[in-house]
C-alpha cells in the first residue's frame, strides 16, 4: 500500500504548483449585489444624540414603495414591518428612502441601513435579523451579535410592565399572525408569495422556471416560522414535503386541516372586531397613549397595513377592510407618525 502510495506523490510532482493569490474579500460584483439590497436608514435631526450612537443593519424580505409615500421603501410583512418601525422611533431613523440616490461606497459605511435578503442567510431561517457591532473600548474589539425574529420580539416587549399592553401584542403576534400567515398560505397564489418572501427569484434569468423550483422551499419555511407550526400542525404539515400525512390525506387529517384554517380565520376576525371596539372606546388617536404610538399600535398598524395592501389579492383580507374601518384609520394615523 505504501508502495502504491509513493508512485502516486511521484506522478504528482510532474504538474507544476502554482499558489493562487487570496481572493478579494469584498469585490466590486460583491459590493454591487450588496448594495442594490441595502438602503440607509437617514438620521432624524430631531432625534438626541444617544440614539445617534446606535449601529445595525436590520434584514428583512423584499421592500416595496410606501403606500404613504413612493419615495419610501417597506417591507410587506407583520415581523419585519413592526421591526422597521419600532427601530426607527427607538433610534431616531428615517425610513429607507430611494432618493436621493447613494453611492455603493456610502452605504457600505453606513451606520443603519435596512437589508433586503434570503431567508437562508439567517442563522434560525426566518427573517427579521438584526446585525449589532457592539464597541468593546477595553479591548479594542468589534463583537457583531445576530438578534433572531424571536429574540427581535423579546427585546422589544423587555421593557413593557402594563399586563394589558402585553396580552394585546401577544393577541397580534399569535392570533393575527396565524390569520394572516394562514390566508396567505390558503390563496397559493405563487408570483404573489414568490414576490413577497423569495429574493433568489428577483435575479435569475429563468425566473419563471427557477421559482416553479424554489416555491415549494418558500411556501414550507412560512408554513413553519414564528412558531405558526407549533398553533397549527396540520395546516403547517400540508406544505412540509416529508409529511406522510400530506402526500395520503386520510379523511381525518383532511378534516383536521380544514379546521385549523376555521379556527385561524374564527380568532382573527374575532380579535380584529374586539381592538375595533376597544379603539371605538378610547376615542383618541393611540390606543395606550394620547400623544405618541405605543409598541403594540406599531404592531397593530403593521400587521392591518399588511392586510391592507393585499387586499386585493386574498378576499379575507378585503373583508378585514370592510369591517374594520377604525383600525385601517387608525394604521394611517401610526404610519403618519413614521413618515418624516
Not at 440614539?51 to 417591507?75: A, M, R
Not at 468589534?142 to 423587555?158: E, G, L
Not at 376597544?278 to 399600535?297: G, L
Request: hydrophobic share 40%.
Amino acid at each position: 500500500m505504501s508502495a502504491l502510495f509513493s508512485k502516486i506523490n511521484t506522478w504528482n510532482k510532474r504538474f507544476p504548483l502554482i499558489t493562487l493569490p487570496p481572493a478579494e474579500p469584498n469585490s466590486d460584483s460583491f459590493i454591487k449585489l450588496i448594495t442594490k439590497r441595502l438602503y440607509v436608514l437617514p438620521s432624524d435631526p430631531s432625534a438626541n444624540k444617544d440614539q445617534g450612537n446606535i449601529k445595525f443593519k436590520l434584514g428583512v424580505y423584499n421592500l416595496f414603495p410606501f403606500t404613504f409615500d413612493e419615495n419610501v421603501l417597506v417591507s410587506v410583512d407583520p415581523l419585519c414591518l413592526s421591526a422597521l418601525l419600532i427601530l426607527t422611533c427607538k433610534t431616531g431613523s428615517r425610513l429607507p428612502q430611494l432618493r436621493p440616490l447613494i453611492s455603493a461606497s456610502e452605504k457600505m459605511k453606513a451606520d443603519r441601513c435596512i437589508v433586503a435578503m434570503s431567508y437562508s442567510a439567517s442563522p434560525d431561517g426566518q427573517l427579521p435579523i438584526l446585525v449589532e457591532d457592539e464597541v468593546n473600548k477595553s479591548e479594542q474589539k468589534v463583537k457583531r451579535k445576530f438578534r433572531s425574529t424571536m429574540m427581535i420580539n423579546k427585546f422589544i416587549i423587555a421593557n413593557i410592565s402594563d399586563p394589558t399592553i402585553i396580552m394585546c401584542i401577544k393577541l397580534v403576534d399569535t392570533r393575527l399572525f396565524d390569520f394572516y400567515t394562514s390566508c396567505l398560505l390558503a390563496s397559493k397564489n405563487e408570483k404573489l408569495i414568490m414576490r413577497l418572501y423569495s429574493l433568489a427569484g428577483l435575479e435569475e434569468k429563468q425566473k419563471v422556471l427557477f421559482d416553479k423550483l424554489v416555491y415549494p422551499a418558500v411556501i414550507a419555511h412560512l408554513a413553519s416560522r414564528f412558531q405558526f407550526n407549533i398553533r397549527n400542525p396540520y395546516i403547517a404539515s400540508t406544505f412540509m414535503r416529508n409529511s406522510i400525512e400530506s402526500w395520503i390525506k386520510p379523511k381525518y387529517y383532511t378534516c383536521a386541516v380544514k379546521e385549523e384554517y376555521e379556527k385561524c380565520l374564527w380568532e382573527g376576525f374575532h380579535t380584529l372586531r374586539m381592538f375595533e371596539e376597544m379603539y371605538k372606546d378610547r376615542n383618541q388617536k393611540f390606543y395606550f397613549d394620547v400623544d405618541k404610538p405605543s409598541i403594540f399600535d406599531y404592531k397593530l398598524a403593521a400587521t392591518i397595513y399588511c392586510i391592507s395592501s393585499l387586499s386585493d389579492f386574498i378576499p379575507d383580507f378585503s373583508r378585514v377592510i370592510g369591517k374594520c374601518p377604525l383600525l385601517l384609520a387608525h394604521c394611517n394615523l401610526v404610519m403618519q407618525t413614521v413618515k418624516k
